[in-house]
């Protein structure tokens, strides 16, 4: 190793925020792309083979639609999304004051339903709340995960960490088992990544269409054989707001392709 | 485009889904709406850190009344359940299990079937000399020569709780129901293996020679 680099590597360990035992530094945080094959990658990068670039399309169209008793569109208060979303999805979850908690991209849309829009909250893993979710995160492509800088989010990024290194399950493992110390091994032949959130939601062709972080949470809880946290529940949206802050600085993707 | 099969890159077979041995496949409910509507919020229970320390003392304590009850139901239905407090009990000697634990040897074949199958999780983690299948794991040191390594009685104490051996494994026990947080509604109380199981693969194991 050279002597600039020794020195660069030197500088930002003093300079980056002391991180805790088993985490993986800023420069070794790797999405899950880079874990995958040629064609999987090929797949994700070009738009008119990307499966989720279809949502995104789904999602432009509800952008502009009106819907509930307030008969407004998304469009009628934040206009062109190409600008007024831009960087959104990566600062999410973020704290909202009134709720005086954290709130997911999901809930966000759901909010401005039920207060701006009077309309019905979209189910979780629904067509629409995809659709929309991926056009509002499509927006973010290639922005810097931000989430979890808010000092008034702090205690729930340290309760979402708390879940992270919890074992649980018939299985008895913890997300960190497999994300911190056993990333690049493989679980029954497939990669085990870093479980960096860099691309929700994703279209996983596993799953054969598009699905939310949530849904990728629960699935992992399911394989140690836990009991799944519910859609929305406080634990799930502080395990998703840790896991944002954990790829702090690595670039939004959404829809990106996975296995 | 859009349309084309969703090839896999690692070569010409697809991959076994990966829901055969991970993920939202073993909890058997593909839909996430129907796994939401299954899902039940239940508190945490003991902390993993407190694993190691059989609970069937405490348990039998606190569960009279539910012994009472299941004494109940088997009187009318003839047939008591099976419960997580009623492992069959068996003997750490040394570092191992010496006995059996459903008295009698098992069945080698049997054995190599189940740290096969998905299912049981061995693969997931391990590798071992079954070049038949592609799908290995390499968390874990490979099973080849492992009955070189270990007798008998150390590979059955090895599953039935590797933790005796590294308190930090990740290796699961396959033969313990205490002990462990927010155990899945389908998995609670059970073990992850039956006793006939672990001795069908404690069998197989032993056969494992360079």
Redesign the interface.
Known sequence: MSVWRAIAAAALVSAAPALLAGEIPPDARRSGYSF?????RA?QDDD??N?GM?FVLDGEQLWGKKTGSADKACANCHGDARSSMKGVAARHPAFDKTLDRPVTLDQRINLCRANHQQAAPL???SRDLLALSAYVAHQSRGAAITAGDDPQAKPFVDQGRELFM????????ACT?CHD??FD??????P?TQGQPTGYPLYR??WQTL?SLE?RL???M??V???????G?PELVALELYLMSRARGLPMETPAVR? | ??G?A?????GALP?P???E????G??T?EN??E??AL????G?TS??SG?GKRSSRRRRATHSTSAIAAFLVASLAFALPTKADELTPYKNVGDGIPASLTGSPGDAARGRALVLA?ST?C???HSGPFPET??????APDLTGAGNRWTASQLRLRLVDASRFNAET?M??YYRADG?????????G?P?LSAAEIEDIVAFLATLRD
């Open positions: 995958m094959g040629p064609d999987t797949m008119t083979s499966p279809l189910p979780y893993e919890q074992r649980e399950g018939q299985l008895n493992l088992n110390d056993n091994k493989r679980l029954a032949g497939a085990i062709l596993e699905g849904r629960r699935s992992c399911s394989g054989r836990a009991q799944a946290y519910e859609y529940s296995p | 485009m859009l084309r969703y090839g896999h890159e690692q991959p889904p990966a829901w041995g991970w993920g939202e073993v909890s409910r996430p709406q796994e939401k899902t039940l919020a239940f945490s902390p993993a694993r998905r999780t693969i997931l983690c592609r799908f290995q794991g390499d968390l990740i699961p026990s462990l947080v927010r155990v899945g509604r389908n998995f609670a059970k992850i």
